[in-house]
């Protein structure tokens, strides 16, 4: 059983990383995941300062709001201040998350809260922490249920928001020009893009996460040149290598997230060989 | 010399832009009457892209402010159609033509709803128009620089607008697609939409347009072609280029003779 959670937690979080990171990948933000799974620190911290629980809800709240002023500040930066958009990113991540630091270190000394127990999640983890409700009725992982619930939240905001998210990655001049607000959606990515990597993160750490955020869809732009299957593959290709990762940790007996990325590796050689041998 | 135009669709009023606090657009102040195919000529860095781009409200100008119909652009976004440069694009963006065509559609049919057989129409008629319509299934990524062009142009027009900015959208075409979109624009002009141009060539700027807007970071001069058309103006646009402007010089004083006659050039 506990293999069946463990997949399918992979899966989640490959499915709906892999849906966001079609957009961020076309909008040239791929470490921009990478950039929110570490800037959101301060955000979790001061969720903790103020609610003192370990809870999700004010967590998510927290890192979602902070993952939001990071989008916003390198937007600010890049755009304003003159500066490249990936010097942006860096140095807007690496300031919030050393805030994040900080607070951790000088205000949280007694608890059990630290930079890696919010940043490095373990997939391995997931089956043992489970939802038992009062009368003893064990409902799985709790980890499942939010992702569950993460994942609705993806699919539906990318059925929803397909057309203006398409239109504002491809031509945001001409979205701006027939009057969509560009801004709006940006955010909305980019909040989604922090609620899933906080989530994600703590059911099975960082690498994974952004291994999902930008493997999956460089996996599918090789493959196919229509955003539709785009986004499909990316999943499928998520899929597999959740499956395949499991089994492959299962045989060598090592470390889940280690071989589901490893995994997500050779699907991308493969592919990698298929567009430079097969398609051109 | 600025002439303004009675009953102008387009009102721009001292609009400047700067960037990084540097003057790109100064105090430009002009009008445009209506059913005109207008030239936006001057030379590089002089701010025409930065022109439209403000009127469009796709840069903040420092001062100033634009009106359409006599009206802010907000009020009459769907009677307005932008067709950018088309670098300022990813075409390796993973969709087909018929897709960006359709793209054009969004200002009247919003985004939640499906495309009616009718937009479809539009959006193929358009390509029809500038010659595409054999490639509505084509990756845009197979599409050489000129196809690009004529697929953005289609977009523009399948907006049904009846006022257009378009920039450089001469840039990289060969002669024979210049021909069909330049008897396209004529079309679009008799059926009275007024369309402004950001163009880089003089010599077939001066057949192409009957309007002229000439800028250096400030403007040099707007009016028919009969009036800014000349030695003095050019020269104050594009300063000391002095073999460009000896080549238009003998363009102007045979005029009336075909501008493109190499002979004439030599």
Sequence with gaps: MSAFWIILT???VAASCGLLGCFLILRRMAMIGDAISHAVLPGIVI?????????????????????????????LVHQKGKVQADAAIGLIFTFLFSCGVILISSWTKHIDLDADCVLHGEIAMVPFELWITESGLNLGPIAVWKLSILFLIVVGLIYVGYRPLRLTTFDPQYAAAIGVSTGFWHYLLMGAVSMTTVLSFESVGAILVVAFLVAPPAIAYLLTERLDHMLLISLLAGLISAVGGYALAAALEGAIAGAMTAVLGIEFIFAYCYYVYLRK | MIIQAENPVVEV????????NKPVLWEADFSIPAGNLVGILGPNGAGKTTLIKAIMNLVDPSSGYVKLFDRPLDEVRPRVSYVPQK?????????????????GRFGKRGFFRSWTRKDKEIALACLEKVGMQDFQKRQISQLSGGQQQRVFLARSLAQEADLYFMDEPFAGIDAATEDSILKLLLEMRSMGKT?????????SAFEYFDWFVFLNTRLVASGPKAEVFNREILQETYGSKLTLLHTISNLLTKEGLPMRDETDLE
């Design chain 1, 10 to 12: 992979g899966s989640l």
């Design chain 1, 47 to 75: 969720a903790y300062i103020f609610t003192h629980s370990l809870d999700s809800l004010p967590m998510i709240l927290g890192a979602t709001s902070v993952g939001l002023l990071a989008t916003f500040l390198i937007e």
């Design chain 2, 13 to 20: 009023h001292n609009l400047s832009v700067t960037y990084h």
């Design chain 2, 87 to 103: 670098e300022s694009v990813d075409w390796d963006f993973p969709t087909n033509v018929l897709d960006v065509v359709l793209m």
């Design chain 2, 195 to 203: 369309l402004l141009i950001v163009h880089h060539d003089l010599q």
